[in-house]
């Protein structure tokens, strides 16, 4: 995901790029490869990137346990000038380029973003209904046949002597 930007005349490119997950270092939670589309805008001093990602992370759900795909996406944009040396600036978006360099290398920037729009969360989806926690039926693909009201059968002792007492 090398942008050699020296080959570009000033004014707006559109570029894409394709790298897989794996050769990302994205970690094992991602599959298939990671796309990049970039709007640049080209001009003597600076180059503006509006980029936008797209990755598929393989996760497990955290109520049914199923395994699903979900794809990261994330927008993000950059600033580099050129020709200009400055101290790190607290605005992480702001890059500077100095005058021998002729390549933007964003795998590292794709690479932490899409990690930081992961969810925390891991849902097959918004309203996964998640498993019985009696029977341990996947409820998304019906109700079972526990009774959700039923006095769970350690307690029942309990309420025969409470029943004892108040009589
Ligand atoms: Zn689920
Ligand atoms: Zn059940």
Redesign the pocket.
């Known amino acids: 995901m090398i942008i050699k930007f020296t080959n570009f005349a000033d004014g707006i490119h559109e570029l894409e790029f394709r790298e897989s997950a794996e050769k990302l270092n994205l970690g094992s939670d991602f599959v298939d490869d990671v796309l990049l589309n970039c709007e640049m805008d080209k001009s003597a001093h600076q180059i503006v990137l509006r980029c936008n990602t797209q990755a598929t992370a393989h996760l497990i759900c955290d109520r049914c346990t199923k395994e699903y795909d979900q794809s990261i996406n994330h927008d993000f944009n950059m600033i580099y000038l050129i020709d200009k040396s400055g101290d790190s600036e607290d605005d992480t978006n702001i890059h500077f380029l100095s005058p021998d360099q002729d390549k933007i290398n964003l795998s590292k920037d794709v690479k932490e973003l899409t990690l930081l729009a992961m969810p925390m969360k891991h849902l097959c989806s918004e309203d996964c209904k998640g498993l019985?926690p009696?029977?341990g039926?996947d409820l998304n693909s019906g109700e079972?046949?526990?009774n959700k009201d039923e006095i769970n059968p350690v307690w029942e002792p309990l309420l025969k002597l409470k029943d004892k007492l108040n009589n």
Do not use: G, S
């Open positions: 019985c009696k029977c039926k079972c046949n526990c």
